[in-house]
């Protein structure tokens, strides 16, 4: 009876201490902060093509510089994101959803890299819902848009000059359709063909669809310069619903359609800027800022 007594009191004490272990086990998990995240935050596209070739592109291109960090992805726009689910059943997260899945997963550090062209609305908007939970981290990194340093504006002519090479003629006007915002941001539209004439790209243009320089401005500075051949090209992360019917589509509101009326020679090329390879290593670049 005394040998049964002192095994069941072993066993009673192996079974508090196996427990008490197994709780220590679960805090420390609970505490684990776990592999951090780089959360790419991009306007989003419907054109599965398009989304493949440029944010598809953009992400690869981070996660494989940084191959210790999970690379998520977020649109700002409701209605892609909708659109995507209603045709194809995919779910992407809106910025909020990202941010509550990575509080719900337990994700400890992590940094936001939009894709997005400049500081306008979109950035903002999506500051605004990030922002309020950065308590919920240990460490929270901002990557900057494609436009923000002064070298920005420098390395985005670079790129897509570098990028539309092969289309430059003696004869034939390169013309950049941007979308245009009603934010002060869209100055950077100035700037940046103010700075293409600098640096010697006398026959390339900037336009944008819903604000200033507009396509009037452009087709004004084109007929200046006495050219008859264009070549038009989205200045826009994403070949999406902009680039293939405003720009390049068959209705009689399209630059493509307008121009031609104007007695131009219009070629259009459908290719996002998250297509170009020195705009992904210029994002990977924004993201290595970050972290300094």
């Given amino acids: ?27 420390a998990k609970s505490d684990d902060p776990g592999k951090p995240v780089i959360l790419v935050v991009s306007f989003g596209t419907s054109f599965n093509e398009s989304r493949a070739k440029t944010i598809g ?3 690869n291109a981070i996660a494989k510089a940084y191959p210790a960090y999970e690379v998520r992805r977020a649109f700002t726009s409701q209605i892609v994101i909708d659109h995507i689910y209603e045709r194809d059943g995919e779910k992407i997260d809106n910025v909020a959803e990202a941010m509550n899945r990575l509080v719900a997963d337990g994700v400890k550090e992590f940094i936001v890299q939009p894709t997005h062209l400049m500081n306008g609305i979109e950035e903002k908007e999506m500051l605004s819902q990030i ?3 950065e308590s919920k981290f240990s460490s929270v990194k901002y990557g900057k848009p494609v436009l923000s340093a002064e070298a920005d504006y ?21 013309v950049f359709m941007g979308h245009g915002t009603e934010d002060a941001a869209n100055a950077d539209y ?35 310069a006495g050219l008859e051949k264009l070549v038009l090209f989205p200045l826009m992360i994403v070949a999406g619903d902009h ?27 459908l290719r996002g800027l998250g297509e170009y390879p020195a705009l992904q290593a210029h994002l990977v670049q924004h993201v290595a800022d970050a972290m300094k």
């Fill in 154 to 174: 420098t390395a985005l002519v670079t790129i897509i000059s570098d990028g539309t090479e092969a289309y430059a003629a003696e004869d034939t006007g390169i």
């Fill in 57 to 59: 592109a953009i992400e």
């Fill in 1 to 27: 009876m005394k040998n049964l007594q002192t095994i069941i009191r072993a066993a009673l004490v192996l079974l508090v201490t196996l427990s008490l272990l197994s709780c220590q086990s679960t805090a």
């Fill in 243 to 269: 680039a293939n019917n405003d720009m390049a589509g068959d209705e009689e509101d399209s630059w493509k359609s307008i121009l031609t009326a104007q007695g131009f020679s219009v070629q259009t090329v």
């Fill in 131 to 133: 922002k309020p939970l």
């Fill in 190 to 224: 100035a700037k940046l063909a103010a700075l293409l004439k600098e640096k010697g790209f006398s026959r390339s243009f900037i336009g944008t669809v819903e604000a200033e320089p507009s396509l009037d401005d452009v087709i004004a500075e084109v007929q200046a």
